[in-house]
């Protein structure tokens, strides 16, 4: 490798279908392309004092890993010697494993993202597909889409336990998808474009309690809440037909419905509730909780006349942040 080498991902949002995804349920999601995880890789390892860690059992890794957003900056070696080693770290010595790289060049790997953690929003797969491929790149063996996203469940389970494996999908191929778990990938048809409004609660939600949760739930009453799923993937499929079919109107409803069936499965919050019920105040014509729950991340259905009260209105109620966002082919633009 010569010079720098960089990849990008975005993030994404889930329209319908979570937490009943883990239970085999069909989920739908599109990548939101305004914010992003990047990596950049360079041969010029940063400026430090020499005799560096290694890792004692084979001293083979010399990659310098910086990660500002999260205060890392360290050697790869001496992160992978930690009790619980960072996500990051693991990340990277997979893609070396994959390649069957045991020595790879003097690496400086540096890690940014525009993603808020732990919101809803993929900022961990994010991070994980951009890292996957600027170092498979930067090896000289770039990895296709099918080996990035296989890498990037795995990491995706040291986050989050039992992931669905939705957020790293959507982000591999940048593609609006209708996901079922285990099953071939398919993408979905986007007729008429809408408005979605996404507000930020400013409370990070780590997807693996709320996702543990709703287990415990399952396990406590497995034929109840399998009922509660079986109309989620209901709701899912009417929002996938009304999407393909151009009457968007429709969804507001289904939004709401899909709502309180998460409410019943305990993954909202006060400050969602209260931000559900200020988008709609506002006009939003449906809202719900998008992810996890628990906090991160609220979407509302729009119009491109009603978006911007619609934002106000989440920002007043204490959203930290919000998005207008455009899905139109899929992609949140």
């Known amino acids: 490798m010569n010079g720098i080498v960089r990849a990008d991902a975005p993030g994404k949002i889930i329209l319908f279908g979570e937490h009943a995804v883990v239970y085999g349920r069909p989920t739908l999601a599109v990548p939101v392309m305004q914010v992003a995880a990047s990596v950049e890789i360079t041969t010029q390892p940063p400026n430090r004092p020499t005799g560096k860690p290694k890792n004692r059992s084979t001293g083979k890794l010399n990659l310098w890993l910086d990660a500002p957003d999260i205060g890392l900056s360290a050697p790869v070696e001496a992160l992978l010697q930690q009790a619980t080693p960072p996500p990051l770290a693991i990340a990277i010595r ?10 790879p060049p003097r690496l400086r790997i540096r890690v940014t993202s525009s993603i808020p953690l732990a919101s809803g929003l993929g900022s961990g797969a994010a991070v994980s597909v951009a890292l996957i491929r600027a170092l498979s790149a930067a090896l000289g063996q770039p990895l296709p889409d099918e080996q990035v996203n296989a890498l990037a469940y795995e990491i995706e389970k040291l986050y989050h336990g039992t992931p669905s494996g939705i957020d790293n999908t959507v982000i591999t191929y940048a593609r609006p998808v209708y996901f079922v778990r285990g099953q071939i990938l398919q993408t979905f048809r986007v007729v008429r474009p809408f408005t979605l409004v996404i507000g930020d609660s400013g409370i990070a939600a780590p997807t693996r ?30 929002a ?16 709401d419905e899909n709502q309180a069936l998460l409410q019943q499965m305990t993954v909202s919050s006060a400050e969602l509730d209260r931000l559900v019920a200020a988008a709609k105040t506002a006009g939003a014509q449906g809202a719900k909780l998008s992810g996890g729950g628990r906090g991160g991340n609220m979407l509302a259905l729009a119009t491109p006349e009603t978006a911007a009260a619609v934002a106000a209105a989440l920002r007043q109620a204490g959203a930290r942040n919000t998005i207008i966002t455009t899905i139109d082919g899929g992609a949140a633009r």
């Open 94 to 103: 997979s893609v070396c494993q994959a390649l069957g790289v045991e020595q």
């Open 209 to 238: 309690e709320s996702v543990g949760a709703v287990r415990q739930l399952w396990q406590a009453d497995p034929a109840r809440w399998e009922k509660v799923f079986d109309q989620v993937a209901e709701i899912v499929e009417a």
């Open 240 to 255: 996938k037909n009304a999407i393909e079919s151009g009457e968007v109107s429709r969804l507001g409803a289904l939004m």
